[in-house]
């Protein structure tokens, strides 16, 4: 749904006698389901003038439909309506004012929330050593035929393809992309208005659209949960490479490293040159990890190209 889809839905969430009021304003305007709209300008636009509507209509609502640009000024020549198909969408929507919260609830499912739960548990295994041992060494069972067959930095490597590939996967199946580009237009349409209210000194309009934004707060929230789901699914196996990654070099064991063969201790890092993997030389410029800028390149630049090579979207899609 477009942008004045989205401004009906949430006139009629705030006062459900809009949905009577537009329906209105279509009728005296012309626009009725069997009626073709103007072709490319070569017919006369329909337009409706506050006269024509002022028996139906109070003089707020007719204010708030110009002021959200439902009605545009049609050149002197009364108000024309934007998007009638649109509108008449959205009043047809028998959920308009319960549909967002609806597909909140429902768009965390209980497999999501166990993920959810699965994630949270397995977090304290990267600080403590019974949790990391047992965690690390259960996913050895997995990676461990492949550090028997490639060097740790190709272990590294094919793990950050495989985490990228799946991060895209999962981002792309279980966010509504246009979903949360509709929140960030209205959102940002809200902004606007109120800008503009108050650099004309529009109290009245002020208050309205203040009301209108502490509204639309729920919307932005119900965005967040849905950033957030794909990501208990990437943490629930995110975590155990990383804990493998952890397990494998020692890290926070207090012992060095403790299960990498002694030829396999270093890495030859573009433009940097030879390191090792932990210790004081195992870091660059004295901060990252050198394991840990390893699998962040790799899997940077492989989730790029297999977004790009898949045509996935995982960003929010906006107007």
Known sequence: MGRTGEK????????????EALTVVLERAGHTD????????????HTVQWGDVSDELTSGQWGRLIENGILHDADGDGFAVSNPAEIRDALGDDAVDTSADDDDDSSWTKYDKLAAVGAVALLPSYYFDPLRNAVGGTADLVLGPFDLILPFYAVIFVLSVLT???????????????QMGDIQERMSDIQERQK???????DAALERIQQEQMDAMGDQLGMFKLMFRPMVWIMLVTIP??????????????GGIEHIAQGERHIVMPMIGRMAWTGAEGRILGLLPVWLAWYFICSFAFRLVIQKTLN???TPQTG
């Open 8 to 19: 009906v839905r949430s006139l009629v969430a705030e006062d459900p006698a809009f949905a």
């Open 34 to 45: 069997d009626d073709p709209e103007p072709d490319g300008g070569s017919a006369r636009p």
């Open 164 to 178: 990228g590939l799946y991060t895209v996967l999962f981002q792309s199946a279980l966010m509504d992309t246009d």
């Open 196 to 202: 503009d209210a108050r650099e004309r000194g529009d």
């Open 241 to 254: 490479a990383f804990v493998w990654m952890y397990w494998k070099l020692g890290v926070h064991g207090g």
């Open 312 to 314: 996935l979207q995982t």
